[in-house]
Protein backbone atom coordinates (compact mmCIF):
# COMPACT_ATOMS: atom_id res chain seq x y z
CA UNK A 1 0.00 0.00 0.00
CA UNK A 2 2.76 2.30 0.97
CA UNK A 3 4.71 1.74 -2.51
CA UNK A 4 1.43 1.86 -4.30
CA UNK A 5 1.01 5.74 -2.86
CA UNK A 6 4.58 6.33 -3.36
CA UNK A 7 3.51 5.77 -7.05
CA UNK A 8 0.91 7.60 -7.35
CA UNK A 9 2.62 11.09 -5.64
CA UNK A 10 5.66 10.59 -8.08
CA UNK A 11 2.71 10.13 -11.09
CA UNK A 12 0.83 13.24 -9.58
CA UNK A 13 4.16 15.50 -9.41
CA UNK A 14 5.05 14.21 -13.20
CA UNK A 15 1.90 15.43 -13.88
CA UNK A 16 1.73 18.78 -12.36
CA UNK A 17 5.17 19.46 -13.91
CA UNK A 18 3.43 18.48 -17.60
CA UNK A 19 0.90 20.86 -16.68
CA UNK A 20 3.20 24.05 -15.81
CA UNK A 21 4.95 23.24 -19.19
CA UNK A 22 1.78 23.32 -21.23
CA UNK A 23 0.71 26.58 -19.86
CA UNK A 24 4.13 28.48 -20.96
CA UNK A 25 4.63 26.53 -23.96
CA UNK A 26 1.27 24.26 -25.31
CA UNK A 27 -1.21 27.07 -25.12
CA UNK A 28 1.19 29.75 -26.33
CA UNK A 29 2.35 31.71 -23.20
CA UNK A 30 6.02 30.94 -22.86
CA UNK A 31 8.14 31.56 -20.75
CA UNK A 32 9.58 35.13 -20.44
CA UNK A 33 12.84 35.67 -22.81
CA UNK A 34 14.86 38.77 -21.57
CA UNK A 35 16.03 40.87 -24.90
CA UNK A 36 16.99 44.15 -24.81
CA UNK A 37 15.15 47.10 -27.04
CA UNK A 38 17.90 48.21 -29.20
CA UNK A 39 15.52 50.28 -31.61
CA UNK A 40 11.81 51.27 -31.80
CA UNK A 41 10.37 51.78 -35.37
CA UNK A 42 6.84 53.28 -34.40
CA UNK A 43 4.61 53.13 -31.75
CA UNK A 44 4.07 49.09 -32.13
CA UNK A 45 7.04 47.87 -33.77
CA UNK A 46 10.84 47.72 -31.63
CA UNK A 47 14.14 45.61 -32.74
CA UNK A 48 15.55 43.61 -30.60
CA UNK A 49 19.68 43.26 -29.53
CA UNK A 50 19.43 40.05 -31.42
CA UNK A 51 18.25 42.33 -34.64
CA UNK A 52 14.46 40.53 -34.39
CA UNK A 53 11.72 42.20 -35.14
CA UNK A 54 9.10 42.54 -32.70
CA UNK A 55 5.49 43.46 -33.67
CA UNK A 56 3.68 44.35 -30.01
CA UNK A 57 0.58 41.64 -30.10
CA UNK A 58 -2.83 43.03 -29.45
CA UNK A 59 -2.66 46.08 -30.58
CA UNK A 60 -1.99 48.52 -33.82
CA UNK A 61 -0.88 51.97 -33.30
CA UNK A 62 -1.36 55.02 -35.53
CA UNK A 63 0.59 54.68 -39.22
CA UNK A 64 3.20 57.53 -40.43
CA UNK A 65 1.37 60.48 -40.95
CA UNK A 66 -1.63 59.86 -38.82
CA UNK A 67 -2.73 61.44 -36.10
CA UNK A 68 -0.66 60.57 -32.54
CA UNK A 69 1.72 58.23 -34.54
CA UNK A 70 4.45 60.70 -33.30
CA UNK A 71 3.00 60.10 -29.49
CA UNK A 72 2.25 56.38 -29.40
CA UNK A 73 6.19 56.05 -30.51
CA UNK A 74 7.94 58.49 -28.12
CA UNK A 75 5.95 56.54 -25.85
CA UNK A 76 7.12 53.09 -26.60
CA UNK A 77 10.54 54.46 -27.28
CA UNK A 78 10.42 56.01 -23.50
CA UNK A 79 9.39 53.23 -22.19
CA UNK A 80 11.22 50.28 -23.39
CA UNK A 81 14.21 51.49 -25.42
CA UNK A 82 17.99 49.95 -24.20
CA UNK A 83 15.95 48.34 -21.80
CA UNK A 84 15.65 44.52 -20.47
CA UNK A 85 12.30 43.06 -21.32
CA UNK A 86 10.37 40.25 -21.20
CA UNK A 87 8.84 38.50 -24.34
CA UNK A 88 5.34 36.61 -24.09
CA UNK A 89 3.50 34.82 -26.74
CA UNK A 90 0.47 33.26 -28.10
CA UNK A 91 -0.31 30.40 -30.35
CA UNK A 92 1.13 32.14 -33.27
CA UNK A 93 5.07 33.32 -32.79
CA UNK A 94 4.97 35.54 -35.99
CA UNK A 95 3.14 38.03 -38.50
CA UNK A 96 3.74 37.78 -42.40
CA UNK A 97 6.40 39.71 -42.11
CA UNK A 98 8.96 37.29 -40.08
CA UNK A 99 8.38 39.59 -37.10
CA UNK A 100 7.98 38.32 -33.52
CA UNK A 101 4.17 38.69 -32.04
CA UNK A 102 4.38 39.42 -28.49
CA UNK A 103 3.17 40.97 -25.41
CA UNK A 104 6.41 42.56 -23.89
CA UNK A 105 6.69 43.19 -20.44
CA UNK A 106 8.85 45.66 -17.82
CA UNK A 107 10.00 43.76 -15.01
CA UNK A 108 7.90 40.84 -15.78
CA UNK A 109 4.56 43.07 -14.55
CA UNK A 110 4.35 46.18 -16.70
CA UNK A 111 2.10 45.18 -19.92
CA UNK A 112 3.87 47.74 -21.92
CA UNK A 113 1.08 46.49 -24.85
CA UNK A 114 -1.56 47.57 -22.07
CA UNK A 115 -0.27 50.89 -21.32
CA UNK A 116 -0.13 52.04 -25.33
CA UNK A 117 -3.98 51.40 -24.60
CA UNK A 118 -4.58 53.05 -21.57
CA UNK A 119 -2.79 56.24 -23.53
CA UNK A 120 -5.46 56.46 -26.09
CA UNK A 121 -2.11 55.91 -28.57
CA UNK A 122 -3.34 52.54 -30.32
CA UNK A 123 -6.00 50.18 -30.21
CA UNK A 124 -7.05 46.64 -29.77
CA UNK A 125 -5.93 44.78 -33.05
CA UNK A 126 -6.60 40.86 -32.41
CA UNK A 127 -5.56 38.27 -34.77
CA UNK A 128 -8.12 35.28 -34.91
CA UNK A 129 -5.04 32.68 -34.07
CA UNK A 130 -4.02 34.66 -31.41
CA UNK A 131 -6.73 34.61 -28.97
CA UNK A 132 -5.90 32.15 -26.60
CA UNK A 133 -4.69 34.38 -23.23
CA UNK A 134 -7.81 35.82 -22.17
CA UNK A 135 -6.83 37.14 -19.31
CA UNK A 136 -4.19 39.30 -20.79
CA UNK A 137 -7.33 40.30 -23.58
CA UNK A 138 -9.59 41.29 -21.13
CA UNK A 139 -6.54 43.73 -19.74
CA UNK A 140 -6.41 45.40 -22.79
CA UNK A 141 -9.93 45.54 -23.51
CA UNK A 142 -10.63 47.15 -19.74
CA UNK A 143 -7.12 49.74 -20.36
CA UNK A 144 -9.14 50.54 -24.23
CA UNK A 145 -12.49 51.17 -22.48
CA UNK A 146 -10.51 53.71 -19.65
CA UNK A 147 -9.04 55.78 -22.95
CA UNK A 148 -12.96 55.91 -24.87
CA UNK A 149 -14.42 56.86 -21.38
CA UNK A 150 -12.07 59.27 -21.36
CA UNK A 151 -11.80 60.56 -24.58
CA UNK A 152 -7.95 60.58 -24.45
CA UNK A 153 -5.20 60.31 -27.27
CA UNK A 154 -7.23 58.48 -30.73
CA UNK A 155 -10.26 58.48 -29.31
CA UNK A 156 -10.65 62.26 -29.18
CA UNK A 157 -10.58 62.19 -32.68
CA UNK A 158 -13.52 63.13 -35.08
CA UNK A 159 -14.88 60.79 -37.49
CA UNK A 160 -17.15 60.46 -40.39
CA UNK A 161 -20.02 58.27 -39.02
CA UNK A 162 -22.17 55.49 -40.97
CA UNK A 163 -25.74 55.10 -40.29
CA UNK A 164 -23.97 51.41 -38.33
CA UNK A 165 -21.67 49.36 -39.20
CA UNK A 166 -21.33 45.32 -38.83
CA UNK A 167 -18.77 43.37 -36.92
CA UNK A 168 -17.21 39.63 -38.04
CA UNK A 169 -17.27 37.59 -34.70
CA UNK A 170 -14.39 35.50 -36.13
CA UNK A 171 -11.79 38.20 -37.62
CA UNK A 172 -12.49 40.77 -34.52
CA UNK A 173 -12.97 43.49 -37.43
CA UNK A 174 -15.99 46.04 -37.65
CA UNK A 175 -16.48 47.64 -41.32
CA UNK A 176 -18.57 50.36 -42.63
CA UNK A 177 -22.27 48.75 -44.28
CA UNK A 178 -21.04 48.77 -47.96
CA UNK A 179 -17.71 47.30 -47.53
CA UNK A 180 -16.96 44.54 -49.95
CA UNK A 181 -16.30 42.57 -47.08
CA UNK A 182 -19.82 42.92 -45.42
CA UNK A 183 -21.39 41.20 -48.36
CA UNK A 184 -19.30 38.20 -48.15
CA UNK A 185 -20.16 37.72 -44.20
CA UNK A 186 -22.44 35.19 -42.76
CA UNK A 187 -25.61 35.64 -40.61
CA UNK A 188 -23.82 33.55 -38.24
CA UNK A 189 -20.64 35.72 -37.99
CA UNK A 190 -22.37 39.72 -37.91
CA UNK A 191 -23.09 41.16 -35.54
CA UNK A 192 -24.72 45.02 -35.72
CA UNK A 193 -23.50 48.13 -33.79
CA UNK A 194 -25.11 51.70 -33.85
CA UNK A 195 -22.12 52.98 -33.56
CA UNK A 196 -18.18 52.34 -34.21
CA UNK A 197 -17.49 53.23 -30.40
CA UNK A 198 -20.02 50.36 -29.65
CA UNK A 199 -17.89 48.24 -31.72
CA UNK A 200 -14.16 49.31 -30.19
CA UNK A 201 -15.95 49.05 -26.67
CA UNK A 202 -16.18 45.07 -27.39
CA UNK A 203 -12.48 44.69 -29.06
CA UNK A 204 -13.21 45.05 -32.44
CA UNK A 205 -11.26 46.36 -34.70
CA UNK A 206 -12.06 48.59 -38.02
CA UNK A 207 -11.32 47.58 -41.35
CA UNK A 208 -7.93 48.85 -42.63
CA UNK A 209 -9.94 48.87 -46.59
CA UNK A 210 -13.31 50.90 -45.65
CA UNK A 211 -11.76 52.40 -42.74
CA UNK A 212 -14.79 52.74 -40.06
Known amino acids: MRRRHVRYLIALAVLLAALGVRYWTGQGHQAPNPMVVTRVIDGDTAELGDKEMVRLLGIDTPEKGEPFYDSAKVFLRKMVLNRTVSLRYDKRKRDSYGRLLAYIYLDDTLLVNEAILTGGLGRMYIFPD ?18 MDSNRGIWSLPHIASPYYVANRQSMRFHRPECESVQKLSEKQRIVYKTREAACYEGFSPCRNCQP
Open 130 to 147: NKSNQPVIDRLLTAQRRA
